[in-house]
C-alpha cells in the first residue's frame, strides 16, 4: 500500500489519453494528400510550432507560416479539418481515469503542450471535461514542459502537496522535471503498465 495517499492525478494528453494532435506522422500523412514538399513543411514546422504551442500565434497564423505562405490547391479549411482527424483516443486510459476519480474522489489536471485550437476541440470533441478539473495547457498559461512552471501553476491551482500528486506523460524527460519537483511520477508506455504502477501507489480499481 501507498505510504503517502495519492489525492491529485496530473496527465499529459497525446500519448497518454488520445493519440497525438499533430506530430510527425500526422504531418506526413498530410503532406501526401495535399502534394505538400513535407522536408519544407517540416523545417518551417520547427521554427514556429513552439510558438504556437504557446499561445502566441493562432492556427490561421501557424498554417499561414507553414503551409499557405504560397498558393495552394486545397482551402485553409479542409487542410484545418484535417489535422483535426488525426486525433484519436485511447479508450481504456480514458475509463481508468474517470473510473479511478470516480472511485477515489481525486483531483485531476491536464498540463500539456498544445496549441489553442487543437487543445479545444480535443477537449470537447472528447469530453475531457468530463472527468478534468482544470486544464494547464501551454497555450493557457504561456509556457511549455520542460519549463518547470507550467507544473508548479497546476500545483498552485490544484492545493494539493506535491507528495500527494502523480504526474503521467509518455515523455520520460518531463516525467524526470516533474519527478525533481517532488511530484511521483509515470513514464507511460502502455495500458496495463500504467494500470499497475498506478495501483501500486494505491490507485487500484
Not at 517540416?42 to 497564423?61: C, P, Q
Not at 502523480?166 to 513514464?187: N, S, T
Request: glycine share 6%.
Amino acid at each position: 500500500m501507498a505510504t503517502t495517499p495519492v489525492q491529485a492525478l496530473f496527465l499529459d494528453v497525446g500519448g497518454v489519453l488520445l493519440t497525438n494532435g499533430w506530430d510527425r506522422n500526422s504531418r506526413k500523412a498530410a503532406a501526401l494528400k495535399f502534394g505538400i514538399d513535407l522536408d519544407e513543411m517540416t523545417d518551417r514546422h520547427r521554427m514556429t510550432f513552439d510558438t504556437y504551442e504557446s499561445g502566441k500565434l493562432d492556427l490561421d497564423e501557424y498554417l499561414t507560416r507553414t503551409v499557405f505562405y504560397q498558393e495552394r490547391s486545397f482551402s485553409r479549411e479542409d487542410f484545418k479539418q484535417f489535422m483535426l482527424e488525426q486525433s484519436q483516443p485511447y479508450p481504456e486510459m480514458l475509463q481508468l481515469v474517470r473510473a479511478l476519480k470516480a472511485k477515489y474522489g481525486l483531483r485531476i489536471a491536464v498540463v500539456n503542450n498544445e496549441g489553442r485550437e487543437l487543445n479545444q476541440h480535443r477537449i470537447r470533441h472528447f469530453k475531457l471535461y468530463d472527468f478534468v478539473d482544470f486544464f494547464i495547457s501551454s497555450c493557457f498559461v504561456h509556457f511549455r514542459k520542460p519549463d518547470a512552471d507550467i507544473w508548479r501553476v497546476a500545483m498552485d491551482i490544484a492545493q494539493v502537496p506535491k507528495a500527494h500528486v502523480v504526474y503521467i506523460d509518455d515523455r520520460a524527460m518531463f516525467v524526470q522535471v516533474a519527478e525533481g519537483l517532488g511530484l511521483k511520477g509515470i513514464h507511460h508506455q502502455k495500458y496495463e503498465d500504467t494500470r499497475d504502477k498506478l495501483a501500486a501507489l494505491g490507485l487500484s480499481l
